[in-house]
């Protein structure tokens, strides 16, 4: 690979990464009003309140960064990037299409669940650094939330590689067949629950449960540091839908139309788990922390464990 290409890879990743999130949380907004019945922002840029997001950047910027007193300095500036870079890492490793790959790491399936788990500790180092009782206690929640949902997550996962006999997500994707649909639909279940708690999002946002907690981690954090856990939420919905439709849905293929229209595949299937993941946060309560961990130890790692038992069976029985 050529200096100029590893340049160009390193951009196409930088504009994804600071683009695609804002079309989430742009969509997030706009799907949200009408779910609700809400008009929303629609003043910014003219036309549908398009540059919303972008006034809220600004916004953002002018605040004044503020460092508790009584804070670990140190820890308390860098967190933001710890909870940040990770996404960031994880995006350059999932293929768009075969063809199409920032980084083309070997076992990138691993690479790429190793990658998103390093992201709770810019929330542990946030919660433990802003000398505050509820961001302490948002960031213990959000470890307990890891410590529950990544087993089924990487469950259903290992399924999927199970079942295509390879951990190369692009190899993955080769070996899928349409039927996986329903074949490995508990395991995309499981995996979509588990996606959603470790963002923190409806219906599993104890973590920042403002209504409790003030905003858990992130109560101490003002201008463009909090600003960079939103992005860091984005970026996780954007990587977390990509990898759910790389490993579940089939990437970039879709029957005799795949090919050099597939990384427009990809980007619209994670577009929809981007909607859906959405749709959870207007249509769902929050649960407590106690039905958070009886549905993660009780009903997805038992449902899991199923799938990947049911998945080794059938590769056993039946001939490659």
Not at 91 to 99: D, E, G, R, T, V
Not at 187 to 208: K, N, S, T
Request: glycine share 8%; aromatic share 12%; with cysteine.
């Amino acid at each position: 690979m050529s200096g100029v290409e590893i340049v160009l890879r390193t951009i196409g990743v930088l504009v994804a990464f600071l683009v695609l999130p804002l079309l989430v949380g742009q969509t997030e907004h706009k799907v949200m009003a009408h779910m609700q019945g809400r008009l929303g922002p629609m003043y910014a840029g003219g036309f549908h309140g398009w540059a919303q997001l972008v006034a809220d950047g600004v916004k953002f910027a002018q605040k004044e960064d503020i460092t508790p007193r009584a804070s670990d300095k140190g820890v308390f500036r860098l967190a933001p990037l710890v909870a940040l870079v990770p996404y960031l890492v994880a995006l350059a490793a999932i293929p768009w299409s075969a063809a199409v790959v920032a980084a083309p790491v070997p076992d990138a399936l691993l690479f790429v669940l190793a990658a998103i788990a390093v992201g709770i500790l810019g929330t542990l180092m946030a919660g433990w650094s802003s000398a505050n009782k509820y961001s302490l206690l948002g960031a213990m929640r959000a470890g307990a939330q890891l410590l529950s949902y990544e087993l089924p997550m990487v469950l259903a996962a290992a399924s999927v590689a199970l079942a295509a006999g390879t951990l190369s997500l692009t190899g993955i994707v080769g070996q899928w067949h349409w039927w996986w649909l329903f074949w490995q639909a508990p395991g995309a279940l499981c995996f979509l629950a588990a996606a959603i708690a470790e963002l923190q999002r409806v219906p599993f946002d104890m973590p920042v449960a403002d209504s409790e907690i003030v905003f858990g981690p992130y109560t101490e954090y003002t201008g463009l540091r909090f600003a960079f856990f939103l992005l860091a939420e984005y970026a996780g919905i954007v990587v977390f839908s990509l990898l759910f439709t790389v490993l579940f849905l089939g990437g970039w293929r879709i029957g005799v139309l795949d090919g050099a229209l597939g990384p427009l595949w990809t980007l619209l299937k994670a577009a929809v788990v981007s909607v859906v993941i959405i749709w959870f946060r207007v249509a769902w309560p929050r649960l407590r922390e106690d039905q958070l961990q009886r549905f993660a130890w009780l009903v997805l790692v038992p449902l899991a464990l199923a799938q990947l038992v049911l998945t080794a069976a059938v590769v056993a029985v039946v001939p490659s």
